[in-house]
């Protein structure tokens, strides 16, 4: 059984890309590209995806009226409206706020953490054991094992750790790592990609200073030791 999801979009061409992506990945996925039958749509949807513009009703309105008749769906708001005051605005009523421009990747974890939080999530991903951690891929879902806790990571961190997963006990240049992530030529002593493995590691290791999950290799690059 999928988890059905209601994506309120008027751009044409990211509610086309969003939607084959959240397919893909699992979902039934139904496209409005206004807020227009919006509270007949969202029967028996899991979550709700909702731009701020719209034509018509703006998403701020749409939504304090879906979650007004639909309390228990999640929502979570999509913008590229990124002031402090809009933000705060949506997280009245809605349960998350992603910016413009996102990763797809990062989305789908937000999705995920959502519908856990409302107990609709469904889930095959068998958990991939790696020291403390418990990680499931398919789900975008990484869980500290001696705590309980669940580790958020942001769209980059997943990335680089995810490329790092699928060459597990391979050592990888900063070249290739970044090439893969970021998909522009490594410009050498750019120091973007310490920078991202340095806040993983304080996510992922128990010990940051001493990391055993991503390991440095001296003037090479970056591993994840098999289990």
Excluded at 103 to 109: F, G, K, N, T, W
Excluded at 137 to 159: A, C, P, W, Y
Excluded at 198 to 213: I, S, T, W, Y
Aim: hydrophobic share 40%; charged share 30%.
């Amino acid at each position: 059984m999928k988890n059905k999801l209601l994506y309120i979009e008027d751009d044409t061409e990211i509610a086309t890309w969003v939607r084959a992506d959240l397919e893909e990945r699992g979902y039934e996925v139904q496209w409005l590209g206004s807020g227009e039958g919006a509270a007949e749509a969202a029967v028996g949807c899991s979550l709700i995806i909702l731009d701020v513009m719209l034509p018509g009703l703006d998403g701020f309105t749409v939504g304090q009226r879906l979650k007004k008749e639909h309390p228990a769906v999640p929502i979570v708001m999509l913008s590229a409206r990124t002031s402090i005051d809009d933000k705060l605005h949506g997280l009245d009523f809605a349960d998350d706020y992603v910016t413009k421009p996102f990763h797809p990747d990062e989305l789908a974890a937000r999705i995920e953490v959502q519908l856990r939080k409302a107990g609709t999530a469904v889930s095959s991903d068998v958990a991939l054991k790696l020291d403390h951690l418990s990680i499931y891929e398919k789900d975008n879902r990484i869980v500290n094992e001696e705590t309980g806790d669940e580790i958020i990571l942001s769209g980059k961190q997943f990335h680089i750790f995810t490329y790092l997963l699928r060459h597990m006990g391979m050592i990888r240049t900063k070249e290739q790592i970044y090439e893969a992530v970021w998909n522009e030529p490594y410009l050498d002593g750019d120091k973007t990609l310490m920078v991202h493995i340095r806040h993983l590691r304080e996510k992922l290791e128990l010990d940051p200073a001493n990391p055993v999950v991503i390991q440095t290799v001296r003037g090479v690059g970056y591993r994840v030791k098999k289990p």
